[in-house]
């Protein structure tokens, strides 16, 4: 059945690369996320893909696709839904909001309010929503793809840790290429993520994830997953380390990457790969530190190089 992960992955980013040009490692990450039922937090300036990437991860699974356009007048109700009242039944009718969606947008997500992003935060974590006393499950797949800009500041709410924690990964796609930028040019508008088939469908990527979960891990290379994320809280530079969350997001995303590879087993080259994109977003690194030019991707890569690697793990 590896197989099938592989070959839904592979369907996966050759039709979102369509129009996502030169970001082959991005894509495949996004698919990572979606085989994990896991968030992105994309991080970058304006115009470089994150709403494209988005949309064709939506259009590709055949799945719902809703934006959330994040300002300071968003309402929490604006996020999950709201109940109105039926004149023909004298009775209140729940409508959904935008987060019951396979993959929720949310653009420029810090420039909402504290109190409607903590609207997400039940949903990014148990895919339910709970409003008028009633809980109402997400449909799945359930993935929050969020943007924020790191320059522009004004104007905006910081993302609190717990929030933060709900990421499976952060993600900066960067600007493109020379080469990709020129066919940019030359290929215009003729292809964009609306008109993209979907390659897959959402039944596809259900049995994906459940495929996925159940790659094994020796117990040398979990135990490798637990020192890495443990080191990050007794590094000096860093206030706020990985929590229990994020070694197990790091474990998860590992399987996830290794039967894409099409094995049935994790390596400790795949929780290296995986370990910056998963832990760096969610540590808290001191004023000091930063002052000194250390951020928490370096952090991250320092203590990958310092925890000892498993010496040719045996297969589980």
Same mark, same amino acid.
């Given at each position: 059945m590896l197989a099938a992960v592989g070959s839904v992955a592979e369907r996966l980013s050759r039709?979102? @690369?369509r129009v996502l040009v030169g970001k082959h490692s991005t894509v495949q990450l996004a698919i990572v $996320? &979606?085989?994990?039922e896991g968030h992105l937090l994309l991080e970058d300036v304006p115009g470089i893909g994150k709403t494209t990437l988005a949309r064709a991860v939506a259009q590709s699974i =055949?799945? *719902?696709?809703r934006r959330l356009q994040c300002t300071p007048d968003l309402l929490p109700s604006d996020v999950t839904g709201v109940s109105v009242f039926d004149q023909r039944t004298a009775d209140f009718i729940f409508r959904p909001g935008p987060i019951f969606a396979n993959v929720l947008l949310a653009d420029e997500i810090n420039r909402a309010t504290p109190r409607t992003q903590s609207a997400v935060l039940e %949903?990014?974590? @148990? $895919?339910?929503?709970?409003a008028d006393g009633v *809980? +109402?499950? &997400?449909? +799945?797949?359930?993935?929050? &793809? %969020?943007t924020q800009n790191p320059v522009e500041l004004e104007g905006t709410f910081p993302l609190p840790e717990a929030q933060l924690d709900r990421f499976l990964m +952060?993600?900066? &796609? =960067?600007y493109p290429s020379e080469a990709? @930028? @020129?066919a940019l040019i030359a290929r215009g508008a003729a292809q964009s993520a609306q008109a993209l088939a979907p390659v897959v469908s959402t039944e596809d990527v259900l049995l994906a994830v459940g495929e996925s979960s159940r790659v094994r891990a020796h117990e040398d290379v979990q135990r490798y997953v637990v020192r890495v994320a443990r080191a990050t809280r007794s590094d000096p530079d860093v206030r706020l380390g990985a929590s229990p969350r994020a070694t197990l997001a790091l474990h998860r995303a590992s399987q996830a990457w290794a039967a894409i590879q099409g094995r049935d087993f994790v390596v400790p080259d795949d929780v290296k790969y995986l370990a910056a994109p998963v832990l760096a977003h969610r540590l808290m690194v001191s004023l000091e530190a930063r002052l000194r030019g250390r951020d928490a991707t370096t952090i991250v890569q320092s203590i990958l190089d310092s925890v000892p690697v498993p010496v040719e793990p045996n297969r589980p």
């Open positions: 039709n979102i @690369e $996320a &979606l085989l994990c =055949g799945g *719902t696709f %949903a990014m974590q @148990e $895919a339910q929503v709970s *809980t +109402r499950p &997400l449909p +799945r797949p359930f993935v929050v &793809l %969020a +952060r993600l900066s &796609l =960067g990709d @930028e @020129e």
